[in-house]
């Protein structure tokens, strides 16, 4: 989901900060709500969990440049249902920062236009997730046809920012339809494989439950809402 560097540039490029900037808003509105939850230790643990998690994400597991970006096991569903929103959104825009710090300084003008792709499909799935699991039901005991309609929502929601800042930086052409088009037939095997992992992780969690787990993860993960 990484935006290659010359898509889009020049003036352009100002409205990448100002997505930043309101995805930004959206995120301390949520760690304020965690903050009040829980405390602000559990989010500050939450989240180094999370940013460490991210960082591996995109720099261990593999990945693959395809037409006007990158192909990336994100599990942005897994994040949410472990660690809560909060934790989530800030895990993924400090991963993505600490990787381009570290080994992608190129990628560090795309920033604004990353973090956005990341986080407005996760906000999305959060308002999903109280539709598509019932409010009885602990994130432990989700159906893999629920985690599917997050994941579909979630990766399709990355496949749809990056064509819009690809037609919006290059135009409407053969060559970013064909671009855009790759990039997103690609993705579907993430929406496909995403769902099992979090099965296996969410599996991994019950097999735990019982253990003192109070501040690592979100309260959802176990209880009913």
């Known amino acids: 989901m990484h935006i290659e560097p010359g898509i889009v540039t020049g003036a352009k490029i100002i409205l990448s900060y100002a997505t930043a900037a309101a995805v930004g808003g959206v995120t301390l509105k949520y760690a304020f709500d965690a903050i009040r939850a829980q405390g602000m230790p559990s989010l500050v643990l939450r989240s180094v969990i999370s940013t460490v998690l991210v960082f591996c994400f995109f720099e261990v597991l593999p990945h693959a440049p395809v037409g006007v970006s990158e192909v990336h096991l994100i599990l942005g569903t897994t994040l949410l249902l472990l660690f809560g929103a909060a934790p989530a959104a800030i895990g993924l825009a400090m991963g993505l920062l600490v990787q381009g710090l570290s080994f992608a300084p190129f ?8 973090v956005t792709t990341l986080l407005v499909p996760l906000f ?7 539709r598509v699991i ?9 159906t893999y046809a ?3 309609k997050l994941s579909f929502a979630y990766q399709g929601g990355v496949v749809a920012w990056v064509a819009f800042w690809a037609f919006y930086g290059l135009g409407v052409s053969k060559h970013t339809l064909e671009s855009v088009g790759a990039f997103g037939i690609a993705y579907m095997a993430v929406i496909l494989i995403e769902p099992l992992v979090d099965l296996a992780v969410l599996a991994g969690a019950k097999a735990l439950k019982g253990r003192d787990l109070k501040g690592l993860v979100t309260p959802r993960l176990y209880a009913a809402a």
Not at 107 to 114: A, E, T, V
Not at 124 to 130: E, F, N, R, S, V
């Open 107 to 114: 990628d560090l003008p795309q920033y604004g236009m990353n």
């Open 124 to 130: 999305a799935i959060d308002a999903l997730a109280k």
């Open 134 to 142: 019932p409010a009885g039901t602990a994130y432990v005991d989700v």
């Open 146 to 148: 629920q985690l599917m």
